[in-house]
């Protein structure tokens, strides 16, 4: 798995995320100086992840690679001249959404490995909507602030007796008592952060709940913005409609969506929902 292919295409695939994450004005100002075919071309690069990981996998097939090397481009064409949450963009966020939730790509990938779909999609939209595009409000800024630290421990607070009572009475919860060393608490919360929590809630506040907020208004979004996260879990964790998971995701969509609200903070929202993911995974799954 740890092989040097699959290194170097971590690297690549991760480079897009970190930079918009970590530099984000300076990821933006370059994709805005290239020409414009340039700029439409240029996702193309995202192709490179899976050469490298199915070659060495011995899965590599030309449909896959012209899927990797054309869907970023259509992102890009169809969000540049996009009117701002008009149907490109709930276009664009229906087939990311949807190719990630349910596998749509993932036969591309050898076993074990398809998590690089997931960042190679979040990879199309960043660059469609944050470098390309520059859609204001995302809040997608790493960069943390003891705010950040705050909103997002708060939000967790105030979920939590919700997540208890549902999630025992429903028999979702299961308690155990577990010891975990600091390390491994660390690693569960460090790896929760990066790539589930601010992956998910890049997607669903910065971009969606952003989106539909100029179009219903702060709580009707906050609401339907919950509401989608929560069916985005609908096949995790069981062969048929996991609706137990729906409705705790759905619940703790709100307090995630408040958190990202209040100071559009991508960060916040994912401190918030790492938080939930890591204390669930460890102590009562």
């Not at 969000?79 to 966020?93: H, P, Q, T």
């Not at 190719?99 to 050898?110: H, I, M, Q, S």
């Not at 919950?226 to 969509?253: C, D, E, P, T």
Request: aromatic content about 16%; overall charge positive.
């Amino acid at each position: 798995m740890f092989t040097l292919a699959n290194t170097i295409a971590a690297l690549l695939a991760l480079t897009p995320f970190l930079a918009a994450a970590f530099f984000p004005q300076w990821a933006a100002g370059r994709a805005r100086s290239l020409s414009l075919p340039a700029q439409l071309l240029s996702p193309a690069v995202l192709c490179l992840p899976y050469v490298l990981v199915a070659a060495a996998g011995g899965v590599f097939r030309w449909d896959w690679f012209a899927l990797y090397a054309l869907l970023p481009v259509a992102v890009a064409a169809l969000l540049r001249k996009a009117e701002i949450a008009g149907w490109r963009d709930f276009l664009v966020l229906a087939i990311l959404g949807l190719a990630v939730d349910l596998r749509w790509f993932e036969g591309a990938w050898p076993a074990r490995l398809a998590i690089f779909n997931k960042v190679l999609l979040l990879d199309a939209g960043i660059y469609g909507y944050i470098a390309l595009r520059q859609l204001e409000g995302t809040g997608f800024d790493l960069r943390l602030r003891f705010r950040d630290v705050v909103t997002g421990l708060r939000e967790l607070a105030l979920y939590t007796p919700f997540a208890l009572v549902l999630g025992l009475s429903l028999g979702f919860l299961h308690p155990h008592i577990s010891w975990p060393g600091v390390t491994q608490i660390a690693g569960a919360w460090i790896f929760t952060f990066f790539f589930i929590a601010v992956p998910e809630e890049l997607f669903f506040r910065g971009w969606i709940q952003n989106l539909l907020e100029r179009r219903m208004g702060r709580t009707p979004s906050l609401l339907l913005t919950a509401i989608l996260f929560g069916l985005s879990h609908f096949n995790k964790r069981a062969a048929h409609f996991n609706w137990r998971y729906v409705l705790l995701a759905a619940v703790a969509g709100v307090f995630y969506g408040r958190a990202w609200r209040r100071d559009r903070r991508v960060g916040a929202a994912a401190i918030a929902h790492a938080s939930v993911d890591a204390i669930w995974s460890l102590w009562l799954r």
